[in-house]
Nanobody, 122 residues
């Protein structure tokens, strides 16, 4: 089992920045791929970023490339923290953001955080 707690959502003005954080604990193998998804009611869920926690390789959706950065904190702390730094935010970034993890980059990871709301107003 993996436990994920995501946080950091807020309301910001267009062009602003936010940092989301995901605290992950539990089965290490199932935390190999850590992802951030976002969901807007009536739209498909979108994976915006992922990080391979062993190789530190990252990948981004086209919609956020160049604006969002996913990173992880180093060290042997049993609680693994992954961040999503969101810059130059736009109203279309408004969504509930979820941290997710699994052993690979499957379309639907098995483990999810509770979600954190990001609202970007103009």
């Amino acid at each position: 089992q993996v436990q994920l707690e995501d946080s950091g959502g807020d309301s910001v003005q267009t062009g602003g920045s936010l940092r989301l954080s995901c605290a992950a604990s539990g089965y290490t193998y199932a935390r190999t791929i850590m992802s951030w998804f976002r969901q807007v009611p009536g739209k498909e869920r979108e994976r915006v970023a992922l990080i391979h926690t062993i190789f530190n390789a990252t990948s981004y959706a086209d919609s956020v490339q160049g604006r969002f950065i996913i990173s992880q904190e180093s060290g042997d702390n049993p609680v693994h923290v992954v961040h999503l730094d969101m810059n130059d935010l736009k109203p279309e970034d408004t969504a509930i953001y979820y941290c997710a993890s699994d052993s690979d980059d499957r379309e639907t990871p098995r483990y999810w955080g509770q979600g954190t709301q990001v609202t970007v107003y103009s």
